[in-house]
């Protein structure tokens, strides 16, 4: 690799370029181990660079939007901070007007998924995001279902579902900034199986733009708050020069 980029050290045998396993594995995507150089036919693609910016641009996008989503939510500085008072009435409300077990919102960073507010009788708390449900919610635009975690292929060996709290049943909707980047989840989550009606899904997208809203305005508030503090200082430092 060179300045932590793809490989670029193609191996030449007769003439036919071969794709580094790092971009094979890499292509398929987390489900995918390396396996052996694969020779390209160079009639199918311009050279190997040719190769790199038709095949692989989606790789990179990943990567670049997962780091712009990253930004995005550290923007709103909620990932290290205390539980969010102004959401502890949303999840109460989610599980009352949801009939759920339990309710909660999380911000999802790189490493972790952290609880913001939750309500209920599953005891929730953050966790890291490899075994977090939210960290795969995260990646859609909607709201994402599991009726049954035991038999659903995407959650079936997840520790927290084969393992304390047991989960078997997840919705969860985004929370989605105004710019289009989806930086937490606002779940309920049951020990049984179920089966969402289409109205219950809407209620739970609206509640997770409401628990969007909270988040912009706090984030309006505590830049208000800098600003104030940022002039009180010049306006110090004016006086002691004056």
């Known amino acids: 690799m060179r300045g932590g980029g793809l490989p670029v050290n193609t191996v030449i045998d007769s003439g036919v370029p071969r794709i580094p396993s790092e971009i094979i594995a890499l292509r398929c995507g987390a489900i ?6 694969r020779p390209v036919d160079r009639r199918r693609v311009p050279g190997f660079f040719g190769f790199l910016e038709s095949g692989v641009p989606e790789l990179i996008s990943a990567r670049s939007s997962e780091q712009q989503r990253l930004r ?7 990932a290290g901070t205390d539980n969010i008072a102004e959401f502890d009435s949303l999840v109460r409300l989610a599980i009352v007007a949801l009939s759920a077990p339990a309710a909660a919102i999380s911000i999802v960073d790189d490493e ?8 209920g009788a599953i005891a929730l708390s953050s966790l890291p995001a490899e075994y977090a449900l939210c960290n795969l919610a995260i990646r859609q635009n909607r709201p994402w279902i599991v009726e049954d975690a035991l038999s659903d292929e995407r959650t079936r060996n997840n520790p927290y579902v084969v393992g304390p709290p047991r989960l078997r049943f997840y919705a ?5 900034t105004s710019d289009g980047y989806n930086i937490g989840m606002f779940a309920i989550v049951g020990s049984k199986p179920r089966t969402l009606a289409p109205v219950e899904l809407k209620l739970l997208a609206h509640m997770a733009e409401v628990a969007m809203d909270v988040l912009e305005m706090r984030l309006m508030v505590l830049s208000q708050a800098q600003d104030i503090s940022a002039l009180a200082e010049r306006q110090s430092v004016w006086k002691r020069g004056a």
């Open 112 to 119: 972790r998924v952290t609880i913001k507010a939750a309500a």
């Open 72 to 78: 995005a939510m550290r923007r709103y500085r909620v």
């Open 172 to 176: 969860g909707a985004p929370l989605r």
């Open 32 to 37: 995918c181990v390396p396996v052996k150089d």
